[in-house]
């Protein structure tokens, strides 16, 4: 020590490599008067410098108050050490290898600094779409593997020009070490070709190109844009023709299409933005945000059928950014894709799915290493909600909460539709980017790649496997097949339990936090009596739950068939109340009863019955299925997952009024698992069915209703119980209406009441439960 100076090791964790960690390590340790040295290691960022007590505390504390826009500081760890740096200067380290601890970054949208070299006529990246720094840009759909330097991402393909390898190498430029970092005279270049692969004459550059691809979709023409983590289709939003040609070709007759504007100022004519909707569309992961529609200016009827919101986001990419400059109305911004397919992200690829839908492709030569689909999100409650996480957003990894181990390694494989998957180290959880439904081949394949490239990223050893109770899904599947070519354990938890569990390790509970009273309301998942459970009142924790109420089980005629014809669920809730003869003789004249009656309802009627092909099921899903049904909505069949209950929303908030009172369900206290029994909503509905009253209005009734019965029966178990905070999680808690009634109540009666924001309410915030379980069962093993 000299002059009384000192020296320390800093280790910084969290998300701090490839957002500019370095360079503003280098600048604040330069106006601190510090010497020493800074490079990236595979847990982090590594500092080690030299100074006076006072001067590192105050850089510290600066590093941790002013870290880059993208960054995320999990922790600071200081040591004192006897060594001092070599270098009377503070100096930027190449990266070192060693056990992976450090997590990858989202991908960003372009910031405002790019975005004005972009426009600027006599800035060398002027209209250059491939323009990115340190706080913009690709990060997980590049990258091969850790450390995030440029060799391990697919812009190694692109050797820096000098004016780009200077900019790379001066700390004090926002590129340092910008990994995918490139110009117009060294990256990636973009060219349009027409359907069959043929280069569009006239084109001589990257803005003919994107002025050309602008020019035909204003002629009608549907285009396949390689985007960031996967391919568009795109299409003029306001062009009716448009819209419906490309429903047509990609087969997706009702499910709603999301749109791009260029501004705010675009979206207002068509939609409401709240302050907290604005800035959410504006963040740095820009997502798709779900807003209701507004009688401004309307769009085609096909953009979003038969639904009061719209999906709109902002250009997130400088390609976005030029493409968008020339319109002042919306594009319709699809997954280029075939239907239930997932979306394309290689050129030969999209050539050979997608030249049946696409007039032409706006190509380019970046590989997409990862794909990644556009996140959805939407403000419920008043706070931002992932309704899909994925670009933007994963793979960014989440602390868990107090109590849990930080040296158990684990892979929670998630669960069939909507699928993520989880794996834990070193004290955090690192949640997959949603990879769609696994019941399809290729959504499957994509899904085994991915969990191979995370396992290579984080070099991730799982001790133990944890999947989803149900026999069937394919990711259950995996799992066994893993456990026993690995010798690992298996622990299978139950669907609803995992949802639970989800909820409280977003938010931080404990793992010695005690037993929430956990709704679990959604489909279906595969329950602990062998039954079908979606409406699920479970008294739990991470180690173990009690199942002290549900809706009451009702008959899905046909299995599967009964999830896809909300018809099925109507006849068996009415049949299953009253009796078939009643309803007829009661209700015969109206119209949903004589059309069900002209079903074949003796055979249903047999099936249930003798308990063929009919299993019982207490899912909140089909019950909106069978309202739906009735209401004349998605009666023979759906398109998409949850079509009839987002519809049956859509048709409430159009008969939302404030003097009207919710149907009834009756809470049945008298069995060992309290049941909530609908059979008073079903009469009530068919009296003002009888009574001519609007659908609209019996829609809403039925969202009060349900709310109010859900909230009242979860307040009575919880007293009973003796807990103060209420778990919300499951699907069906999507719906806007749904879920901010009951937390309203909930909430008015004094419970703390836990929720999803950052982790999908749906399946897709699955993995993540199991994996808290997983651990859970395994501490108390240990």
Known sequence: MS???????????????????RPTVWRLAQASGLRGEVWNDSQGVEIHVSGTPGQIDAFCQRLAEAPPPLARIDAIERSRVDAFPESDKFLIRESRRGEVRTGVVPDAAVCPACKDEIDDSINRRYRYPFTNCTHCGPRLSIVERIPYDRSNTCMRHFPMCPACQEEYENPADRRFHAQPNACPVCGPKVWLVDSNGVKVSGESDTADAVETASRLLKQGKILAIKGIGGFHLACDATDAAAVSRLRERKGRYHKPFALMAGGLSVIRRYCEVSDEEAALLQSPAAPIVLLQRAEVEPLPEGVAPSQTSLGFMLPYTPLHHLLMKQWDRPLVMTSGNRIEEPQCIDNREA????????????????????????????????????????????????????????????????????????????????????????????????YLKNLDLYADLYEHRPACLVADLHPNYRSSHRARELADQQGLSLIQVQHHHAHIASVLAENGWPLTGGKVLGIALDGSGYGGDGTIWGGEFLLADYHVFHRLGSLKPIALPGGTQAIRQPWRNAFSHLHMAFGWERVVSQWGELEPVQWLNRQPVKTLMQMITGEINSPLSSSCGRLFDGVAALLGICRESISYEGQAAIELEAMALAGRQQDVTGYMLKIDEYQAVWQLDAAPLWQMLLEDLQAGIATEILAWRFHLGLASAVSEMAIQLAERSNVETMALSGGVFQNRTLFELVHKRLSEAGFRVLTHSLIPTNDGGLSLGQAAIGLAKMTRVS
């Open 3 to 21: 002059n009384g100076n000192i020296a320390e090791r800093i280790c910084v964790r969290g998300l701090v490599q490839g957002v500019g960690f």
């Open 351 to 446: 050539a050979d799915r997608l030249q049946s839908l696409a007039d032409g492709f706006l190509l380019n030569d970046r590989e997409i290493t990862n794909r990644v689909d556009d996140s959805v999100a939407r403000v419920m409650a008043g706070q931002a909600r992932l309704l899909r996480r994925a670009r933007g957003y994963a793979p960014a990894p989440i602390p868990l909460p107090d109590g849990f181990p930080e040296t158990t390694s684990l892979l929670a494989l998630g669960g069939e539709l909507k699928n993520t998957f989880c794996l834990v180290k070193q004290g955090g959880a690192v949640v997959s980017q949603h990879l769609g439904d696994l019941e399809n081949l290729i959504s499957y394949q994509d």
